[in-house]
């Protein structure tokens, strides 16, 4: 069958990775891709944002039998209802489906009508009356924009006087434009976060193993939030019991939710969880793989994904199971100098090739381009550098082997990564 990919980062270069291991598939084509995706796929440029007639036509034409959604601004703007009216297949939720993540206070009030577990939290559309709100209940307390706003829309404030500003940032400035009509503020919920992702035919369940992604900036995860920094698999914080509670309390009853309000949820689901206490809660809500958590949690599917993807869409994944390898992985995100802020692109990448040659070591290109028949930086994720192991340390230390013979000019990335799993390994 021919595949058609939809995105450019890490988390596509990881799914067209798993993709072309499939013996069912031929060929593969990736919108955008990158230069590392250009290894496996045909990468074509597209303007697809509100051209999605266009694109249908490419998958008629090129006679595409599955496209798959990596990123969420398709998925939010309607790329598979727009699919399902030519008959096509396409992984991901409707327009409609998104909202759980393109909504905070549509996914906050689908989790309270369904008593899922989540922060407490209250609604407003007038920023005096969220401000008197926030002086009413005090700090540590977390305020966030309605509507999608590239990861920068939530805020957890330990001051008060922060969540003050964030809501003249969000309402008064309009920093997000209309994603900050609405805004939820919630409490401050403590304890380790953990990423949940399973696959959904609307009506199963089919969990893939849990990660923990590392989004601050700087070692010790202080700093602003990025995209993400690094990643691995499984989370020692999911403990057996954890995973059963998360199941049960949190991802059937979104499941049967979404179904029982008419709005039956297909695709890969991501929750993205507070945990204390063996406690699961849920932050938020993703309506697609996880980016960099893919990047730990593919490498480690021995199953084959496209007979899994098929099923959540023809609706018989009852009938599938996943097996996966106990070998942890980590990856490692090597970033340009200056993100999460401004930086330079157009940096020659050298080592690639040495490291192609490592064993359980898979380099998967975010932000990378070719120019003049070299690979160079073209983001402010450039490279997850991904290992299985043996154990966590293991894991680790050959991701770090691996990231230490890779460089460009200004090439940063966290020396921590997998710092948790590895503590409560020594406990
Ligand atoms: P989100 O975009 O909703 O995942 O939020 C980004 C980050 O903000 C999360 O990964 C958490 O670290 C933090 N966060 C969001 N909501 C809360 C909350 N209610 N309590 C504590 N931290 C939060
Ligand atoms: N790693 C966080 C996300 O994919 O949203």
Known sequence: ??????GGGGREHTLVWKIAQSPLVKKIYCIPGNAGIDKLAECLKMDIEGNFDQLAEFAKEKNINLTVVGPEDPLANGIVDHFQKFDLKIFGPTKSATEIESSKVFSKEFMIRHNIPTAKAEIFDDPDKAKSYIKKVGAPIVVKADGLAKGKGVFPCRELQKAIDAVDLI??????????????????MEGEEASFI??????TVLPTASSQDHKPIFDGDKGPN??????????????????????????????KGML??????KGA?????????????VVEFNARFGDPESQAVLPRMKSDIVPIIMACIDGTLDKMEIEWTERPAVCVVMASKGYPGSYEKGKVISGLNDVSKMTDVMVFHAGTAKKDGEIVTSGGRVLGVTA???????????????????????AYYRNDIGYRALNRSKI
Not at 179 to 188: C, M, Q
Not at 234 to 246: F, R, S
Not at 260 to 265: D, M, R, V, W
Not at 269 to 281: E, N, Q, T, V, W
Request: no cysteine.
């Open 388 to 410: 299985l192991g043996d154990t966590i340390k293991d894991a680790i230390d050959k991701a770090y082997d691996a990231v230490k013979k890779i460089s460009f000019d200004g």
């Open 260 to 265: 029982a309000e008419g709005i039956p949820y």
């Open 226 to 255: 990025t995209g993400g920094m690094g990643a691995y698999s499984p989370a020692p914080v999911v403990t057996d019991e954890v995973h059963e509670l998360i199941m049960e309390t949190i991802m059937k009853p979104t499941i």
């Open 198 to 203: 399973a696959f959904t035919d609307g009506k």
């Open 269 to 281: 689901l991501y929750a993205g969880l507070m945990i204390s206490d063996g406690k699961p809660r």
């Open 1 to 6: 069958m021919n595949v058609l990919v939809i």
């Open 171 to 188: 309402m008064i400035n309009r920093e997000f434009g209309d994603a900050g009509n609405k805004i939820v503020v919630e409490e401050f």
